[in-house]
């Protein structure tokens, strides 16, 4: 199962864009990449997901390297209300007991 | 919170008292799934559901039991909590699990946290 490796914090000036890398480098063809994040004791919300194209819509942009290797969400005028912590995921094959593998993310911090 | 809800929101017990969490969805997906969420591990499968009684084990299954037998529930039960089950539980659902892409989405309810004193 292809697993991700995300820098452990960050920061970011409020109306700037964030820019959260993940690498997956051993993602298999077939394996989407999803976004998650995490407001301070709230549950997950998800932000996106992607195949191979960039996606985007009303909360972020996902740009995924050609080879698949790793992938970027970006959150292109951070709020306040960003502050949280940014999971990336790859979904694991069917038929295994674990569907996402959540990581301990990256705490992001928009500052003021 | 996509039309799940977890019950209760908090709860303190002690140890080796039985405790049940319960998760009601009204999007009628298939699948259901209980987590832990604890400092320096992240998200952890416990238990998951593919359907009324049909259930599977996920990473940290030990000590915990599940139960569904109406698509809308899904019970998380600690026979005999131990302080060690001390921790926030999310509850997720989705439409499948067996096609990549939104299907695959998981929606999350805003977690229980309990405590085993």
């Known amino acids: 199962d292809a697993k991700t490796t995300q820098p452990p914090s960050m920061d970011c000036a409020e109306g700037r864009a964030a820019n959260l890398p993940c690498n997956h480098s051993t993602i298999s063809g077939n394996e989407y990449v999803y976004w998650y994040r995490q407001i301070h004791s709230q549950g997950p919300q998800y932000i996106i997901h992607?195949?191979?194209n960039n996606e985007t819509n009303e909360m972020a942009s996902l740009i995924i390297t050609e080879d698949r290797k790793s992938s970027t969400l970006i959150l292109p005028h951070a709020t306040l209300r960003d502050t949280a912590v940014y999971y990336c995921?790859?979904?694991?094959?069917?038929?295994?007991?674990?569907?996402?593998?959540f990581g301990t993310g990256t705490s992001l911090t928009v500052i003021p | 919170d996509a039309g799940i809800t977890q019950s209760p929101r908090h709860k303190v017990t002690e140890t080796g008292t039985p405790v049940t969490l319960r998760c009601h969805q009204t999007e009628n997906h298939r699948y259901m799934y209980w987590y832990r969420q604890d400092p320096g591990h992240g998200l952890r499968l416990i238990h998951y559901?593919?359907?009324?009684?049909?259930?599977d084990k996920g990473e940290v299954s030990d000590g915990y039991s599940v139960s569904r037998s109406k698509t809308e529930d899904f019970l998380l039960t600690l026979e005999s909590a131990t302080s060690s089950q001390t921790s926030v539980y999310f509850c997720?659902?989705?439409?499948?699990?067996?096609?990549?892409?939104?299907?695959?989405?998981?929606?999350f309810g805003a977690g229980t946290r309990l405590s085993v004193l």
């Open positions: 995921i790859v979904r694991a094959p069917p038929n295994t007991g674990n569907q996402f593998y």
């Open positions: 559901s593919y359907g009324v009684k049909d259930t």
């Open positions: 997720a659902i989705s439409e499948s699990i067996f096609s990549a892409g939104p299907k695959n989405i998981q929606y």
């Open positions: 992607g195949l191979k």
